[in-house]
T-cell receptor, first 115, second 111 residues
Framework: DAGVIQSPRHEVTEMGQEVTLRCKPI?????LFWYRQTMMRGLELLIY????????DSGMPEDRFSAKMPNASFSTLKIQPSEPRDSAVYFC?????????????FGPGTRLLVL | SQKIEQNSEALNIQEGKTATLTCNYT??????LQWYRQDPGRGPVFLLL?????KEKRKERLKVTFDTTLKQSLFHITASQPADSATYLC??????????FGSGTRLQVQP
């Protein structure tokens, strides 16, 4: 199994530009999570999906952030317009609920720098 | 407010000793607690899960305890090795059927 795949691995952009992060979960997993990690705030849950449906987006910082999961094998996290304070490592994770959300498998992350 | 606390200072120990990391939480009633390992430039990797009705869980050189009265979990690595050097994160099931992570403790095992 290839594990969770994220792209791009690194992204440098200028303030005001649109940024799209992509994630392919592990095949057969029905839960998908987007996290953001910074030194100051640690690892924060942004949004999670179960069976392609957004369940909790209370961690999404503001309207500039949006996430979609059009099918079981693909999800995007979009920031429009981007700001320097969005600079962080963004992780996607997937899991299989089997009755409760337990082990999560993380991708390698996308390191975003907004200038 | 809900809070998960891990020692933000790095833990430095000698190879062969037992490393003990602490995770304290307030205003949570988690059904389970998990420990993850994170290496620089990589995503967290799951290590162990312990449920609220379990006191202790072991896996090879790893041991986790969970005291719901004290609201504390201890994570032990016995016979530590330099390869165990990493940041260790605890995570709680936070009632939203998702995980809330602590800030992590960096472990450095000296040869």
């Amino acid at each position: 199994d290839a594990g969770v795949i994220q792209s791009p691995r690194h992204e440098v952009t200028e303030m005001g530009q649109e940024v799209t992060l992509r994630c392919k979960p592990i095949s057969g997993h029905n839960s998908l999570f987007w996290y953001r990690q910074t030194m100051m705030r640690g690892l924060e849950l942004l949004i999670y999906f179960n069976n392609n449906v957004p369940i909790d987006d209370s961690g999404m910082p503001e309207d500039r952030f949006s996430a979609k999961m059009p099918n079981a094998s693909f999800s995007t996290l979009k920031i429009q317009p981007s700001e320097p304070r969005d600079s962080a490592v963004y992780f996607c994770a997937s899991g299989s609920d089997g009755g409760s959300f337990e082990t999560q498998y993380f991708g390698p992350g996308t390191r975003l720098l907004v200038l | 407010s809900q809070k998960i606390e891990q020692n933000s200072e790095a833990l430095n120990i000698q190879e062969g000793k037992t490393a003990t990391l602490t995770c304290n939480y307030t205003n949570y009633s988690p059904a389970y607690l998990q420990w993850y390992r994170q290496d620089p430039g990589r995503g967290p990797v799951f290590l162990l899960l312990i449920r609220e009705n379990e006191k202790e869980k072991r896996k090879e050189r790893l041991k986790v305890t969970f005291d719901t009265t004290l609201k504390q979990s201890l994570f032990h690595i016995t016979a530590s090795q330099p390869a165990d050097s990493a940041t260790y994160l605890c995570a709680l099931e936070a009632g939203r059927r998702a995980l809330t992570f602590g800030s992590g403790t960096r472990l450095q095992v000296q040869p």
